[in-house]
């Protein structure tokens, strides 16, 4: 055991955070946590009818201690002292303001019950206004400052969820003495950073989110900010200047951290990154190949070599940044706002008499009805799928559009809303989520399709995440809309592992991601084949997508100016 060199990924998703533990000489994992948010899973703090969701700082901090502790637990106290590295990925753009300390407004006094002193999760969109006036403003400069994303700025992003915050609760804007990704704050936090000056900021989240580029020599000019709201003035100056990409130590574990968790001192922290990004890493990522997590949503990831992107700019993505992912490439990011929360929320709207009628029956007691509730909640999707999979594909079917959370990528706007047409009594519940899961694939050929037309290929295709694990249903239908095969990969926390392998650099371990990847890579446990029969089929299905999604886009633009006037 004394020479099993042993490292930790963590990775933050949007309902739960999980850690494992991985043999660094070959990826194999020795064991494994998830602990789920328990004030997010009770929905305090978000309003998900104005589209505010918020995490306590609180439920990231039990779930660092409670996951790595478990693993611990599991692996014996040996195996804690061979750790050698901690990586950590978060979703993003997930900010909070922080005091001087780099602490999260949420953890001092006063704050702890705000909403607004807690971090905006990436799906927070309470700053759609923010975002269109930053769109609006960027026009006005002679650079332009939104081309390494795409183009168009987000409301899921840093600086609109930012300024929208500022702006409505001056006991923040106060107290704010920087803002802050949570990717960029655990590593801070397990190194017991106590100066927020000295934080140090992860290349991903600041390429992809908050307009941070090298060709700008760092953000845009503060003038940029406060030419737009004057409450942004200076703010540049409270952030950041220079990134780090996440092969570089954010520095060594605080002695107590290293006691409240039971590793040792000497353990090294990386610098943070997005979830996708070093998810892309666990599923070994390949160039031009696109990573797609698919989970509650999807965030796609390809790399390309730095040298061979020149001056190409991709329009409508979610930026694109050098060493995002890998250092000395670049790595793009796109995605859809809402993937398997589609099959969710139709999902919550079938179960509605279970989870509002159920406690009043008079036929079942409550521990019963409790467990029917719960029984049935796990059968819901699984038999969907499987009758959904019977329904022939050509036909009358019921077509629907997939921005029930808006529309992230191409072109994002969150404004968009999701539809189902062609209803008729004969609409069943297969048939309805059939329609939608074709509509999260139609979604994915459209990312696909705005690579390929701005001339990046798309040689490949690698799932990973919980609906690519859990299910054949979607992932087949998605290799016949793409036309193209989909590989899995065999490992279960993909995300983690990809932190495992930054983990494996920072500690010293291998001096590439490129030689982590590929001694600690798991390789692909699953293919899915595009069935040439069908393929001719969803191309007709995908065009009456594209034009409903176009009346949608009208009709949601149209209620806009009547909403205005
Ligand atoms: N059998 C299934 N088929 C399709 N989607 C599923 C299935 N089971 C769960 N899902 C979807 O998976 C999503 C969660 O994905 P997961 O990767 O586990 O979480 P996260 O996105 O938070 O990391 C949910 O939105 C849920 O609707
Ligand atoms: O958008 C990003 C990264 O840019 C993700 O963090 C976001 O999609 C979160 O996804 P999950 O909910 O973890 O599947």
């Not at 949007?14 to 929905?43: C, F, K, Q, T």
């Not at 009818?49 to 106290?77: M, S, W």
């Not at 990409?245 to 006691?259: F, Y």
């Not at 590439?512 to 089929?537: C, V």
């Amino acid at each position: 055991m004394s020479k099993s060199q042993f490292v930790i990924g963590v990775d933050y998703g949007s309902d739960s955070v999980r850690s494992v533990i991985v043999n660094a000489l070959n990826g194999e994992e020795i064991a494994s946590s998830v602990y789920e948010y328990p004030r997010w899973r009770d929905g305090l703090f978000c309003q998900p009818a104005v589209n505010q969701f918020r995490q306590h700082p609180q439920d990231y901090i039990d779930g660092l201690e409670a996951t790595i502790k478990d693993c611990i637990a599991q692996a014996g106290t040996a195996a804690a002292a061979a750790v050698k590295g901690i990586s950590i990925d978060t979703t993003g753009s997930t900010p909070v303001a922080v005091d001087r300390s780099g602490t999260p407004l949420a953890l001092t006094p006063g704050f702890e019950n705000n909403p607004n002193a807690m971090f905006v999760l990436w799906k927070d969109h309470t700053a759609v206004k923010e975002a269109a006036e930053i769109n609006a403003h960027a026009a006005l400069f002679d650079t332009n400052y939104l081309q390494y994303v795409g183009g168009i700025y987000s409301s899921e992003w840093f600086w609109a969820k930012l300024l929208h915050v500022l702006r409505i609760d001056e006991k923040v804007r106060d107290a704010a003495a920087s803002w802050v990704e949570h990717c960029d704050w655990v590593p801070f936090l397990l190194t017991g950073g106590n100066d927020v000056t000295t934080m140090k900021r992860g290349r991903c989240s600041a390429g992809h989110k908050a307009l941070w580029a090298e060709e700008f020599g760092g953000l845009p000019p503060d003038d940029f900010f406060s030419s737009l709201d004057p409450v942004l003035k200076g703010f540049t100056h409270k952030l950041f200047k220079d990134t780090y990409t996440a092969d570089v130590a954010a520095g060594t574990i605080s002695a107590e951290w290293a006691q409240r968790l039971g590793l040792s001192t000497d353990v090294v922290v990386g610098t943070g990154a997005f979830d996708a990004h070093m998810g892309a890493v666990g599923g070994q990522i390949e160039p031009y190949h696109l990573s797609k997590v698919m989970g509650t949503s999807t965030c796609d990831i390809l790399v390309a070599p730095a040298a061979e992107m020149q001056d190409k700019l991709v329009h409508g993505i979610c930026g694109q940044v050098n060493g995002s992912v890998i250092p000395g490439m670049t790595g793009l990011e796109a995605g859809q706002s809402a993937f398997g929360d589609t099959y969710a929320w139709f999902k919550n709207i079938i179960s509605w008499p279970v989870n509002n009628l159920l406690s009043q029956s008079k036929v079942i007691d409550a521990a019963t009805a409790a467990a029917l509730k719960a029984e049935l909640s796990e059968l819901i999707i699984p038999e969907l799928s499987r009758q959904a999979a019977l329904l022939p594909v050509d036909g009358p079917n019921e077509l629907a559009v997939d921005w029930f959370n808006g529309r992230r990528t191409p072109d994002a706007n969150q404004e968009l809303k999701g539809a189902i047409t062609g209803l008729s009594l004969g609409s069943d519940a297969p048939r309805v989520f059939r329609a939608l899961a074709e509509a999260t694939c139609f979604g994915a050929k459209s990312i696909v399709e705005r690579f390929i037309s701005e001339g990046i290929p798309v040689k490949g295709i690698i799932g990973i995440g919980g609906v690519a694990k859990k299910s054949p249903f979607v992932m087949q239908m998605m290799a016949d809309v793409l036309d193209m095969p989909i590989r899995i990969h065999q490992f279960k926390h993909t995300c983690a592992l990809g932190a495992a392998m930054f983990a494996a650099v920072v500690a010293g371990i291998y001096p590439t991601i490129e030689e982590a990847m590929q001694a600690m890579g798991r390789g692909f446990d699953e293919q899915y084949h595009p069935n040439a029969d069908l393929k001719d089929i969803y191309s007709k299905r995908y065009n009456q997508y594209k034009n409903l999604g176009e009346f949608v886009a009208g009709q949601v633009s149209k209620t806009a100016e009547l909403q205005n006037i």
